[in-house]
Each structure stands twice: as C-alpha cells, then as structure tokens.
C-alpha cells in the first residue's frame, strides 16, 4: 500500500463522509494488496500518523476534514455490522433528561455481543438483546446520527431490563408528553 494511494483514497472517503473503517474495508479499498502487505501499510499509516488505531480491526481517518462528530456511534456501528444496534439506557436517558446524570460511555443495545471497549474517543458499552426485530425497531428514531436513538420509553424499558441504574429514572420526566 502506497502512503500516497492510501491517503487520496482517504480523502474520496471522507468527502462521502466516511472516517471510519475496518480492516476488511481497507481489503476491499485496497484488493491488489496481500494480507501481509495490507497489515504492513496500515501500521505504517498508523505510524505516520494518518490512521488512528481506534480497536482492533477499525481505524479512524486522522487527516479528516469532517473533524470527528459522532467519531464513537461510528465505531461502534463499524465494530457491530450486520447486527441491529442503537443508542439506549443510560445514553439515550441522559439526552432525553430522564436521568439527570451524564454517562461517561456510549450505551448500546445490540443484536451483536456484548462488551465494553475503551477507544481514544471514549468508551462503548454494548449490552446484548435477543428481542425479536420488530421490537428492536419499534420506537427508534433516526436523528441524523450513524446511529438510531430510542425513545424515551424504549430506552427506560431497556434499562428496567437489564436491571441497573432504574433509581435514577425520573419518573416525572419520563411520563411528559404522554
């Protein structure tokens, strides 16, 4: 991989608004590249400063011109495709004002595994669902974000779920607008 290949195609990216990318991504962009020589350019990008090493396997764009809005949604999307995922509990409750508390993560329900990861950008939590799809999808809203937001309610339902931090609800909050 030619540093100089890597970043024009780089900057193509980040013009469609892309700063995020997985290895397979980088396999796909670049198909003359072998395995070896395909992880080989990446370090040295990573080196150079023009990757940033966000987890194993995804990388983010140093040199964007896009700056890093939603830099961790997009992460998170990356590390989860093909899987349903969504902004919720502590997250989504915070944005909403049903707790009054900012979370120091990103909270995410997932079809995907769970985990937590600690990226440069902040740290991801992925909680695990095995709901059906159709009520994944109901009540999600697309805010102009990589990633869907529950609703209030839906958010709360998840949180009562997976059982923690339910003191911190404000019920009167919650309950607005019903």
Request: hydrophobic fraction near 35%.
């Amino acid at each position: 991989m030619n540093q100089t290949h890597a970043i024009h195609q780089l900057t193509a990216q980040d013009r469609q608004g892309r700063q995020v990318f997985t290895h397979h991504d980088f396999a796909t962009l670049f198909p003359e590249d072998n395995p070896r020589t395909l992880q080989a350019g990446l370090d040295r990008l990573v080196k150079n400063g023009v990757l940033m090493r966000a987890v194993s396997g995804v990388y983010v764009n140093a040199l964007s011109a896009g700056g890093f809005t939603h830099t961790l949604e997009n992460i998170a999307k990356a590390m989860r495709r093909g899987e349903y995922s969504y902004v919720s509990l502590e997250s989504a409750l915070s944005e909403y004002g049903v707790i009054s508390q900012i979370p120091m993560r990103l909270t995410i329900m997932t079809t995907g595994r769970k985990g937590e990861v600690n990226t440069p950008f902040g740290t991801i939590e992925f909680t695990h669902t095995a709901r059906p799809v159709h009520d994944i999808l109901d009540d999600l809203h697309d805010v102009g974000r990589p990633l869907r937001l529950a609703g209030k309610h839906k958010a709360c339902r998840d949180l009562r779920r997976v059982g923690r931090n339910t003191e911190l609800i404000d019920e009167e909050v919650l309950h607005e607008d019903d």
